[in-house]
């Protein structure tokens, strides 16, 4: 353990609950922040992030999924992956199946089986990881599985990164190792906040939907939350995307473990058509799929903001708070 400090944090709407927060350590490698409330070891719930993000894709100032989550009775772990935050390690040379190496590794360390919560290549990972060690559930958020196939243009960009690589097969080579750093992206998003969220409307590859968060909070999201990943992993995706191939996906069909999917109807970056293959692909005897949309609540989906979005603590939190006390 790093440090551990009794902390007040607001989780939506001006509501602050008080939180035992923890930083860990595992292995020199994966950190994690545990919230939990004083006294209480509630069920244990493991939050993995997106490509080149971090711990902010469930937590910020005023918007707080993590901490909300915590303040329900759950025992919450918010995991960033090797090269990403606080998890230092150098990430040139990662595949995304060394992710799933240090899934297993943390389940390990944790003990008894896990809630594990995904979003985007986050959910990739805990579906991967569901496959090599015991899970008490999966929940995919905005999650790869089939990756690419419903977007053209997400697609012909995994065509395109497939002949710069030179190979489509899952063979490394010396472009992977390089680090991708997309904090500069994060904060020119940022300050371009009026006309990226307006782009929303027609930009194929867009991560938000219009008017899904406020100005100030996206701003944040978007200069803390983005990170550095390892071009491997990448050209991983970009393999899957010009394939239509997920590695792990004989191994997925054949796992039994609780599920839930969601996905967002204006999710440029994962459309419903492929978060959902993760669902109709599952071999689990318990699934849900469940998608957020205009029709059901009033209101457009994207990818961020199915978590951290203005209308979230109304829809996707409780929703992810039921299925999780059912199990």
């Not at 419903?150 to 690589?165: D, H, P, T």
């Amino acid at each position: 353990m790093l440090s551990t400090e009794d902390v007040e944090q607001l989780t939506h709407d001006g509501v602050s609950v008080h939180l035992r927060k923890e930083r860990l350590l595992i292995d020199e490698r994966i950190a994690i922040v545990r919230k939990r409330l004083l006294g209480l070891q509630g069920p244990r719930v493991v939050l993995v992030h997106g490509f080149a993000q971090n711990r902010y894709s469930w937590h910020l100032s005023r918007r707080s999924l993590s901490a909300w989550l915590a303040g329900e009775g759950f025992d919450v772990y918010n995991l960033e992956l090797p090269g990403h935050g606080n998890s230092r390690s150098p990430a040139g040379s990662a595949r995304f199946a060394d992710y799933v190496v240090d899934v297993r590794r943390v389940a390990e360390v944790l003990g008894e089986p896990a809630f594990w919560i995904g979003h985007s290549l986050g959910g990739a990972v805990v579906y991967a990881g569901a496959t090599v060690t015991p899970m008490r559930g999966v929940v995919g958020i905005g999650a790869l599985f089939q990756f690419a196939q419903a977007n053209r243009a997400l697609k012909l960009l995994c065509q395109l990164s497939g002949k710069v690589q030179g190979r489509t097969d899952p063979r490394p080579n010396r472009l992977g190792a390089l680090n991708v750093r997309t904090q500069l992206a994060g904060r020119l998003l940022a300050k371009l906040y009026s006309v990226s969220d307006i782009a929303g409307y027609a930009f194929p590859i867009s991560g938000w939907a219009p008017g899904s968060m406020e100005e100030d909070l996206l701003r944040e999201r978007l200069k803390l939350g983005f990170d550095w990943t390892s071009a491997n992993v990448w050209f991983d995706m970009a393999r899957w995307g010009a394939t239509g191939r997920f590695d792990f996906e004989e191994a997925w069909e054949k796992t039994d473990v609780p599920l839930l999917v969601v996905g967002g109807d204006l999710d440029h970056l994962m459309l419903p058509d492929d978060a959902r293959t993760a669902y109709d692909r599952s071999g689990s005897s318990d699934r849900t799929w469940a998608l957020m949309d205009d029709y059901g609540t009033g209101v457009h989906w994207g990818h961020l903001d199915l978590l951290l979005g203005r209308h979230a603590p109304t829809h996707t939190w409780p929703l992810l708070q039921s299925w999780l006390a059912a199990r």
